[in-house]
């Protein structure tokens, strides 16, 4: 693990020091067609449910080891406790 990176319960990538990895996935979502694609109320609210998760932590979800940001932003995508 690198030095700057940390244990983060409950960050997502953005917050955790992960910005290389952050940047391939919003590169990825950027791709997606829109009938693909959360809409941005939708994927936002993903994402704060995500955040009270006690399966998440360092960006990735224990549950199933996606990352909750790039799972978020496809519209037929479920959370595996489904919580959304």
Do not use: H
């Not at 700057?4 to 940047?23: A, H, K, P, Q, Y």
């Not at 996935?25 to 939708?42: F, G, W």
């Amino acid at each position: 693990m690198s030095e700057n990176l940390r244990i983060c319960r409950r960050c997502l990538l953005t917050e955790s020091g992960r910005e290389d990895i952050m940047r391939d996935i919003e590169q990825r979502i950027a791709k997606l067609s829109p009938d693909e694609k959360s809409p941005a109320e939708l994927y936002g609210g993903r994402l704060e449910i995500c955040r009270q998760c006690d399966f998440l932590e360092n960006g990735t979800c224990l549950k199933c080891g996606c990352y909750p940001q790039f799972r978020a932003a496809f519209i037929k995508n479920k959370c595996p406790v489904k919580r959304w």
